[in-house]
């Protein structure tokens, strides 16, 4: 115990031997994290575009000319909109299903428990560019889902050229996506809860629903808090999901931050683009920093 | 006497209703849990029977649930004229890299991070923090100037790098690599071995589970990824699967041959769900680990 408290001795620092050790992931870091971060805030203030790729420093400082035209873009506003939608109904959505079946997978069953995680968990796992297509086939005017609702008496939309149904599927997308996720946290969560608690109250005369909502909940709020904040970073981010579906149609009505940055990027504006992405990056920071704090305790 | 029989008769009165109660919540329970396993599986169910469909059979009832005759002649056409083979190929050779990359990368830095005592050690810890939220949207423009500046645009060099040294991958070493006690490496140290020494002849041999988790973290990472590969492959020559399968859905000539497109979703999800399906667990704790997918 005293020697963590007492100064160590100069033998026991490996400064140079450590950085060697570091050398190829700091290398990767400061070409791909931190030169990328810093110049894109330097882009967002220059009038760059894809033409001037050859020669960088030949264009001119613009201050903040990208992000005043940034915010009188109609479709900029629109695609926060659009990103605040997914976040909105998409994190509660997929906490809320994530947490019933880990429950349900935790508390309520004995049998099977492992082939069921192996089935809510396959998505998390599955490509999305595939799995995407198989949602269009799916969903398209004629297809099963269409096949299905016309067999109950429902005339069946072109879900993904309707730009208010396009929304709500590739919502949907997401959900499928990512509730495994939530799912595998929440049962790490409820593993962690110790049995006893639960025998004490049983004996105290507490039934399953008090127990779950005086026990488990109050104890599950550290979980709840990271699963809540790291499903808001993954929907701040989304893109797949919008890009290979509907690739942010009809109409921009599914047009995320993240595609309007690509779309911008695809246009050649990279100026605009990268004030674009450093809007987003602000905000996942500031999302990611609850996290950090949330996370640290355990680390 | 008498109080002892009550208590013990409430007892096993409360507890023959807690059985009844469940007998019937339980088969309820199971009948709603096996309804969301159909649900979740419905896209696997799609993607296998529209696969097997021939293009004629999609076009005139594109919504049939299975095939009328079955037929693999999607998957020939897949590797015979849609360049398939060589997509696969290419994801083959950037996971190799990404992945030798991260276990290389990964257990020298993790190594580091949890056992070494150097000067700067908050602030590489605090590198590997930030690298984690630094959301891809924020540095890909910048990310590929930079890959167009090194010459490696279009190149599966230029797709594989950025990936070979993952924060995630440093994070689960270094997690682990605490849990690794300190006076094996003392010990080694006192009987005068090297540094080098020491991280390849014992830490090393311990850090097998760590190894294993970065292993299919960082393969799972490469084989999915889509946006960056997406935005440096410019030619077939240099598509991954998941690029060369939205190229192929995107080209006019293939719109509504769904058959082809689902031949092509079941041959890029299928090596990783049968690594899956027999490396589960380390797929899940890789996620409950970190949080990444």
Known sequence: MTTTVARRPRGSRRTGVAWLFLAPFAIVFLLYTAVPTVAALGFSLTDLRGTDLRDPFAVDFTGLENYLRLFQDESFLRDILNTALFVVVGVPLTMGIGFALAFALNTGIRRLRGVFRVVFFAPVVTNIVAVALIWQYAFNAGGTVNKVLGAVGFAGPNWLDDPNLAMPVVILLGIWRNFGTAMVLFLAGLQAVPQDVYEAAALDGAGRWRQLRNITLPLLLPTTLMVSVLLTVFYLQVFDEPYLLTNGGPLGSTESVALYTYHQFGSGALGTSSAASFVMLVLVMLVSVVQFRLLRPRA | ?293
């Not at chain 2, 088969?27 to 096996?34: E, H, K, R, T």
């Not at chain 2, 540095?139 to 500046?149: A, E």
């Not at chain 2, 990936?163 to 270094?174: N, T």
């Not at chain 2, 973290?217 to 991954?240: C, G």
């Open chain 2, 1 to 293: 006497m008498s109080t002892i029989a009550t208590v013990r008769d409430t007892e096993m009165i409360s507890a023959r209703v807690a059985v009844r109660r469940r007998s019937v919540t339980r088969p309820l329970l199971y009948g709603a849990l096996v309804l969301c396993a159909l649900l979740t599986m419905l896209p696997f169910v799609w993607v296998i029977s529209g696969s097997l469909r021939s293009l004629d059979e999609i076009r005139s009832d594109p919504g049939a649930w299975l095939p009328a005759h079955a037929t693999l002649g999607n998957f020939t056409r897949l590797f015979a004229t849609e360049g398939f083979g060589g997509y696969l190929v290419n994801s083959i050779v950037v996971a190799i890299i990404v992945v030798a990359g991260n276990i290389v990368a990964a257990s020298a830095a993790g190594y580091a991070l949890a056992k070494l005592d150097f000067a700067g050690k908050r602030l590489a810890f605090g590198a590997v923090m930030a690298a984690m939220m630094v959301p891809f949207t924020a540095v890909f423009v910048t990310q590929f100037v930079i890959t167009v500046d090194m010459g490696l645009a279009d190149t599966l060099a230029g797709i594989a790098l950025p990936g070979v040294a993952m924060p995630m991958s440093v994070f689960i070493m270094r997690q682990y690599a605490m849990s690794i006690p300190g006076e094996l490496l003392e010990a080694a140290r006192i009987d005068g071995a090297g540094e080098f020494r020491i991280f390849f002849r014992i830490f090393l041999p311990l850090a097998g589970p760590a190894v294993a988790t970065i292993t299919i973290m960082s393969f799972l990472a490469s084989w999915n990824n889509f946006i960056w590969p997406l935005i440096v492959a410019q030619s077939m020559s240099s598509y991954t699967l998941p690029v060369g399968l939205a190229a192929t859905s995107q080209a006019a000539s293939h719109v509504t041959d769904y058959g082809l497109l689902l031949a092509g979703a079941i041959v890029v999800m299928l090596p990783v769900l049968v690594l899956f399906l027999f490396l589960q667990r380390y797929f899940v704790q890789g996620v409950a680990g970190t949080g990444m997918r």
